[in-house]
């Protein structure tokens, strides 16, 4: 497991009404809400007896063990022993592991290593999808997967041009073509990763003419590319037409 990155825990809106449990990398974590509106991430086993936090409330900024009532802060820090009294002293081991986390794009990311702020590997950029939301000209959707795979024959899928010939018949002939051969990729090389980009050759849209829609008449060399950026997340474009851009982002995380 690659554990210095950021790894995406599920939709935002997931996180509003209390905590939940989500499983990464093999461990449980709690996600939960704070009263600021930031979303924290703490480990879910309870340093005090082992309950599931997630099984528990949101308390102000803390989460509350379903179990004795401790409370942690978004730092993992205990701030709530109900059973030493209203002066009782919290001793400062009292405290669980806590993880970065940042809201983007709808969704929801943990850092779950140790590496310090200044040294971890960014999030991958989505150009269309900056800070305040989607540009101009293009429109978002979210799809959530799960894969009963090991997520590196994912990413691997992700950068191999040779299989769109065969699996996708709006990207190839379905291996139908005698003179088929993996055209010239351009290498992209990025700080976090690397990919291509090139021409392929492809059938006419026969779905969308049947439908009236503004498809391919006839077979055309599209464009597209793929690439990854860090150990779990893949970028994809897609061009079927000049006017037509499909921009797919897949944040992946390894669950167990
Ligand atoms: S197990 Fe969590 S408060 Fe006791």
Known sequence: MFINFWYPAGLASEFDDGPVKKMMLGQNFVLFRDTTGTIQCLSDVCIHRGGSLAAGKVKGDCVECPYHGWQFDGQGQCRKIPSLGPEGKIPPRAHVDAYPTQERYGLVFCFLGDLPEKDRPPLMDIPEYPEKGVIDGWRATRQEFLWDIDYKRSMENGIDSAH?????????????????????????????????????????????????????????????????????????????????????YAFEVPVH
């Open 164 to 248: 769109n010939e065969f699996v996708h018949p709006t990207h190839g002939f379905s291996g139908e073509r005698d003179d088929y051969k993996v055209e010239p990729l351009e290498l992209i090389e990025t700080e976090w990763g690397t990919g291509f980009f090139g021409k392929m050759y492809a059938p006419p849209l026969a779905e969308e003419k049947m439908r009236g829609e503004s498809g391919r008449e006839e077979a055309a060399t599209i464009e597209a590319g793929t690439g990854h950026h860090c150990p779990a997340s893949l970028w994809t474009y897609i061009h079927p037409t000049p006017d037509i851009k499909i921009h797919q």
